[in-house]
């Protein structure tokens, strides 16, 4: 049994301690950590937290953690990650590891030093259709992947910005609609063509009063050779659903989180899969952290990559990142 320790007890801790308790006899919730005590203690208490702490530094001297969830705002990922591998903790974090290429850089570097696991959570990989489309793409049981979009169209309220500091900040948050929110579907669109070559795209802040971006429109190319369309957004009101399209030689494959509307010509086939983030960060329906987590759990017994290493998790960042460039340029932008 690995002991588990949760860095940030904010909206996402939860999905965190769902999955601990669904890996059954491999995981144990150990601590808790969450620089305002109040809510650290609170925290403990609802979810039957071994330890508390108020420092997370002193969390990572605890020689009973075996693997820290990193769940804090965007921008601290980079300097708690390190400081995890360098004390020899296994580490899950959240999206995105960290919001410039330079820390990104300094996270993948300490952790390879270091002999640390880490795994970074973009569970959409793991939804049971997205699975069976990435298959099917890769046996090549579609044909040539020509046209493929994702929607990313979401609803935040202006509450929802309000509710912490740290929130649609350059240096906290590392952007708006497409860092935050978007960051998932553009690592599973990129996922299943195989990454991402180049973007060009428009950014602005149409609806709230914040710094970072509320909407996006981009046009991709991607490393197959297919073109496509990612739009993201937290103005659209209300949310929708977040889709995918992949249309390929021999089939179009259309799927949204409420179930598949097209496969071939099978037509509307209810999946039975669901997610409310379109309208609440929290709702996470069939989105479960698990099989990050157990995938982690196995990857650090047989000494083995993770299904999302921290090079593969930073993919998606370097697209976000491109994606801001191009808008302000007005230029494509080629990524490596």
Known sequence: MFNFAIIGCGVIAPSHVQAIKEAGNSAKLYAVCDIIE???????????????????????????????????????????????????????????????????????????KSGVNM?????????????????????????????????????????YYKSADWRATWELDGGGALMN?????????????????????????????????????????YKNGAIGVIQGTTCVYPGQDVRFEIHCEKVSIIFPDNGILLWGDKGYEASGEGSGVKDNPAALGSLSHTPILLDLIDAIKNNRPPMVTPAEGRKAVDTILAIYQSSKTGKAVKLK
């Open 38 to 112: 109040d809510k650290a203690i609170k925290f403990k208490e609802t979810h039957g937290a071994e330890k508390v702490y108020i420092d997370y530094k002193d969390m990572l001297a605890d020689s009973n953690v075996d693997v820290v969830c990193i769940c804090t705002p965007s921008g601290m990922h980079g300097e708690m990650t390190i400081n995890a591998a360098r004390a020899g903790k296994h580490i899950l974090c959240e999206k995105p590891i960290e919001i410039t290429a330079k820390k990104m850089k300094a996270v993948i570097d300490v952790v390879e």
């Open 119 to 159: 795994a970074c959570v973009f569970q959409r990989r793991t939804q049971p259709i997205a699975v069976k489309v990435k298959e099917a793409i890769d046996n090549g049981e579609f044909g040539k992947v020509l046209v493929a979009d994702a929607y990313m169209k979401s609803w935040r309220s202006k509450e």
């Open 181 to 221: 929110q978007g960051i998932h579907g553009i690592d599973l669109i990129s996922w299943f063509c195989g990454g991402i070559d180049s973007v060009k795209s428009i950014v602005r802040t149409r609806y709230h009063d914040i710094a970072v971006e509320d909407a996006a429109v981009v046009a991709v190319e």
